[in-house]
Structure formats: C-alpha cells, structure tokens
C-alpha cells in the first residue's frame, strides 16, 4: 500500500457522537471488552468496549452502573443496555474507537478487567 492510500485511510477513519439512548436505548455487543481507566482528577471508571453488530463499527460505552451477569447486559450511566454477545475478545474497530476515546478524555492509565471479577 503507498503512503498516499495510507493517508487517505487515516483521514476517512475516525469516532463520531452516539445516537441518543432515546433513539437507541440498546445495543449488541460482540468481542468486547471491559476496561478500567483512570483520569487525570484521580478519578476511575469502567467502560464498555465492543463491536456493534447491528451498526457495524467499534463501540466505548459511557461509565458502566450496573452488570447482570445471568442476562449478560451491561447498563451504562445513560441508560443504554447493551447486550453482550458470545465470550469476551477484542476487535480491531473497537480497538481504534477505544484509542481515541482515550486521546479525547485524557485516560491516564487502563487496565483490563476480568470477566471472572465480574461474574462473581
């Protein structure tokens, strides 16, 4: 692949705002991911992310509230649920949305969080 195609690629990728939890209150999530960040005030949180098999594109949830670990959902701070389809993985679009979603809210640290901390 030339540079120049290189280019072209990274300027037509890129994150965008979600639809309001209004217009899409849930969503399925297949090779996701939990993760654990911290910010520069101190704070941590934990944050969803996945493939959205319906849109097609990499997916990082608002701050997780509530994980049901018999229906397999995770509710978020919006109040979106989102449905988690087949085991945990990584996928190479959410990874990248995950990237920038890092930049834009400065995380400083990260840590992947286990399933099994979660099912217990």
């Known amino acids: 692949m030339s540079e ?3 280019v072209v690629l990274d300027i037509t990728g890129g994150v965008h705002l979600t639809t309001p939890v209004s217009d899409e209150p849930g969503i399925r999530l297949t090779q996701w991911s939990i993760k654990e960040c911290g910010f520069p005030d101190g704070t941590r949180a934990r944050h969803l992310v996945g493939f959205d098999i319906v849109n097609h594109e990499g997916r990082v949830s608002s701050e997780i509230v509530e994980f049901d670990n018999v229906k397999m959902h995770v509710i978020t701070s919006t109040g979106r649920v989102y449905a988690l389809v087949g085991p945990a993985g990584r996928n190479k679009d959410a990874d990248y ?10 995380v400083t640290n990260e840590v992947d969080v286990p399933i099994e901390e979660l099912l217990q």
Do not use: A, L, P, R
């Open 4 to 6: 120049i195609n290189m």
């Open 97 to 106: 949305v995950w990237d920038k979603w890092k930049q834009i809210y400065q």
